[in-house]
């Protein structure tokens, strides 16, 4: 009774927890964050009791769905401030973070709501948030960035990425793709550019963004 | 009998279709068309019987719900191809149409999507989309308009527009005009852009938009 036997309850578990990321994953990115903890539990296949062994809390549950992306999203911000031009890394940083949450809407709505307690997501954000702004107020002073450009004019581009729909992932990912290229040129500097319409605030984003929204 | 009587029922009438319009509206805005014409007769205050008596198919409370975005939607592109100067004419379409889609999301849904067999959302996103595309060669013939914008690309925006969420009515606005600057300067031509990564074709747009998605 000591052989093998202790290994399958670990590995079963182990798919269980999978199942329920799983299961979250797809259902936070269809669905958003409202998503109730019994429905995430039907989906996976799982009692609600298997569930709440895994993921005590729906911040939890949470904070472990998006792990993957926040990482991802790190490594993409620490790769366009590496850039010695400071403008090709503000690009980089726009095209791949649209891409990123071009393929999975649910990571967009976590990110911008940070959903409450969460430390995960608001840590992420406020490190992707004070390394974009560093990265903004060096491409203005070089004279790429035009200098009306605002931190809360991500978050709309943000929000404004999370409504474009395709068909199929493929799709999205190059709608997002046009979308992220059409952004650039109009953050791009331009002596023929008119001035813009005031930035908006946009309540949703919270202070963590509202308290660095100017890169000035 | 045979006095003010008559008048009272009428009158109900009217208020009771008011009201479910209202309803409809708020609820497409807030949810999309796909809520049930049940939940519609409860926001309203009304009974299905007199929710149907005033609209036979939710087809039918789809066309009037928005019947008057659609007649201000005519009247914007109206007025954009009235104007001598194509590229204004198309930046008065882009800044009024966001503002419009931005004031209820529910209609761009409607318009997006031109819920099925509702022949007011297809007729009128047709006589759109064919302004548009007329005003659109004559702002690239005139060297305003970036060579490479195609008609999808205002779809894009229209999608990307409704993902803006603001805390408020006027923040809403607010937003989606800054996003329509930023927009504007997207496509207006320029020497210093650089070509858009490839056009996406938008399913969801239908092959109302698809059939005429270049303007060349």
């Known amino acids: 009774m000591t052989g093998p036997l202790p290994r399958k309850p670990r590995s079963d578990a182990r798919d269980n927890r999978e199942r329920v990321l799983g299961a979250a994953r797809a259902l936070f990115s269809a669905d958003g964050l409202d998503v109730p903890m019994r429905e995430v539990a ?10 709440y062994r895994h993921f005590p809390t729906k911040r939890a549950l949470v904070a472990e769905a998006f792990a993957d992306q926040l990482h991802a999203c790190r490594a993409i911000v620490d790769e366009g401030c590496a ?4 403008w090709r890394g503000l690009c980089l940083v726009i095209e791949r973070i649209c891409e990123l949450h071009a393929r999975d809407r649910g990571f967009t709505e976590a990110f911008l709501s940070a959903y409450p307690g969460v430390a995960e997501l608001a840590e992420g954000r406020a490190y992707t948030v004070k390394a974009v702004a560093g990265l ?41 793709r046009r979308f992220a290229g059409l952004v650039i040129q109009a953050f791009e500097a331009c002596p023929r550019h008119a001035p813009l319409p005031p930035a908006a605030r946009l309540a949703s ?10 890169t000035d």
Do not use: C
């Open 83 to 86: 850039d010695p031009d400071p």
């Open 42 to 51: 039907r989906r996976a296949g799982v009692g609600p009791a298997t569930l």
């Open 136 to 176: 903004a107020r060096r491409a203005k002073e070089a004279g790429r960035l035009r200098s009306d450009f605002v931190l809360d004019d991500l978050i709309l581009v943000l929000m404004a990425n999370k409504g474009i729909h395709a068909a199929s992932a493929a799709g999205q990912v190059a709608a997002s």
């Open 205 to 214: 984003a919270g202070p963590a963004v509202g308290e660095t929204g100017s």
